[in-house]
């Protein structure tokens, strides 16, 4: 299956997936055939760039003038015969344009066990102080298909690390991110793989390997 990642900005999960979908690795039935961002010197970008992998830049605003608009991004992701969509750390929300051509086939990760900690401003390290500030015991990555708002959508797969006494935001971030890496391409094989079963209420479940 072909996939397309977005990304604004160092793009570890990027790294991971693209990585997993060499040969022999978890994710082989996927290849990394774009990469979106709308910062165009971000390290997902150079790491694509670096890779041979087309870099589209979106949307186009004033700091990004060569950006492309909705259509154009719709037609590049089109031409380039794109399955599936991964949000790795894009930061814009995406338009509905494209949620509505791709459905049940755009997936994000989010740095905490949505629904707690997710919607417009919980986004990086603001996350894991919100957790820490919280009192909250565990923390971890939430997969989940986007619909038209931040952090919505049906939940796909999570796990679940440990918050430390002593913690502080960067620890937990760093701990959170390991398991991003894991829990991303586990949900991206999966997607690849034809094994996501939709349960009749609209729950996404994922079929473990036989
Ligand atoms: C991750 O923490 C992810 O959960 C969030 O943005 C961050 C991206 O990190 N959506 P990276 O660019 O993949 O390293």
Do not use: M
């Not at 719709?74 to 814009?92: E, Q, T």
Request: with cysteine; aromatic share 8%; proline share 6%.
């Amino acid at each position: 299956k072909r996939l397309a990642v977005f990304v604004s900005g160092g793009g570890s999960n990027f790294r991971s997936i693209h990585e997993a979908t060499a040969a022999g690795g978890k994710a082989s039935s996927g290849d990394v055939v774009a990469l979106v961002t709308d910062k165009p010197g971000c390290g997902g970008a150079e790491y694509a760039r670096r890779s041979g992998i087309p870099v589209v830049l979106f949307p186009r605003s004033k700091s990004a003038p060569e950006g492309v608009p909705t259509a154009q991004l719709l037609n590049a992701l089109r031409d380039l015969r794109v399955d599936f969509v991964l949000l790795a750390g894009y930061l814009k929300l995406i338009p509905s344009e494209l949620v509505q051509a791709y459905p049940r086939s755009v997936l994000n990760i989010h740095p905490s066990l949505l629904p707690a900690f997710g919607g417009k401003g919980y986004y990086g390290l603001k996350v894991h102080k919100a957790v820490i500030a919280s009192g909250a015991r565990y923390s971890g990555p939430t997969v989940h298909f986007v619909d038209e708002q931040f952090d919505t959508g049906r939940t796909l797969a999570q796990r679940v690390v440990p918050v430390l006494a002593d913690d502080t935001p960067e620890q937990l971030a760093a701990r959170v991110l390991h398991e991003e890496h894991h829990v991303y391409v586990e949900a991206v094989a999966a997607l690849c793989e034809d094994r996501i079963v939709w349960r009749e209420d609209g729950v996404p479940l994922i079929r473990t390997q036989t």
